[in-house]
């Protein structure tokens, strides 16, 4: 079955810090590949896709998502974190061909510290 | 440009009765998805329309309906409503043109509250 991993429900890192959040899918084939981000009581931000290409994708506010089809990983990055950041982020997945068909993962809660 | 605009925002409704929630897609986006999200099941796919049919849809009781009008906006309905039907209701819409898929773009939701 198709299916979105984060195996972290909630990380806290300093502000300045750099943050790595993990995602890892099981699909057919490989996948559209989306990072949303989701402020409390909001809807859903796109923070970056990847479709095909290079493999290291760049997105708004500063991340970027490395996709590594030996692993089935797309993991987030972001070098520096600032108070603004935390949110709620979710991988999440599409077959090629219906993109509007979207299966996300369990989500992962990032706090600040400052 | 506008976004994806979703109405109303808030919404309480007793056990039994039915509701509907309105999405009006951003201007010349085809494809209208909704989402559930809640705090145990996390974020569900419903059902997607495109010009005007349904193309797909998730696993969800038949009470879960939605239709899609000529100018892509779309209303989901849910009868007979159950206490586990409180949830943030999302909808997307995507540009869709044929095999070139593009992402979707969310609106703030409709947080549905049955007592």
């Known amino acids: 079955a198709q299916s979105v991993t984060q195996p972290d429900i909630h990380i806290t890192v300093s502000e300045g810090a750099s943050l790595e959040l993990r995602c890892n899918y099981s699909?057919?084939?490989?996948?559209?590949l989306f990072w949303y981000v989701q402020s409390p009581g909001q809807g859903l931000q796109l923070l970056l896709k990847y479709f095909s290409g290079d493999t290291l994708v760049q997105g708004i506010k500063g991340f970027e998502a490395e996709f590594k089809r030996s692993q089935s990983s797309f993991n987030l990055r972001k070098p520096s974190v600032h108070w603004s950041d935390a949110a709620e982020y979710f991988c999440?997945?599409?077959?090629?061909?219906?993109?509007?068909?979207?299966?996300f993962g369990s989500g992962t809660r990032l706090s600040i510290r400052p | 440009k506008a976004g994806v605009t979703q109405t109303p925002r808030y919404l309480i409704k007793t056990r039994g009765q039915q509701v509907t929630l309105s999405c009006s897609p951003i201007?010349?986006?085809?494809?209208v998805s909704w989402y559930q999200q809640t705090p145990g099941q996390g974020l569900q796919f419903l059902f997607e329309y495109f010009s005007e049919t349904q193309r797909n849809k998730g696993n969800f009781p038949g009470r879960f309906s939605g239709r899609q009008f000529s100018n892509s906006r779309s209303e989901m309905n849910v009868s007979t409503l159950e206490l586990g039907d409180s949830a943030l209701y999302l909808c997307?819409?995507?540009?869709?043109?044929?095999?070139?898929?593009?992402?979707?773009?969310f609106g703030q939701g409709t947080r549905l509250t049955v007592v």
């Open positions: 999440a997945v599409a077959l090629r061909g219906s993109a509007s068909k979207i299966i």
């Open positions: 997307a819409s995507s540009l869709d043109r044929g095999t070139q898929n593009t992402e979707a773009f």
């Open positions: 699909y057919g084939a490989t996948p559209y």
């Open positions: 201007s010349g986006h085809r494809s």
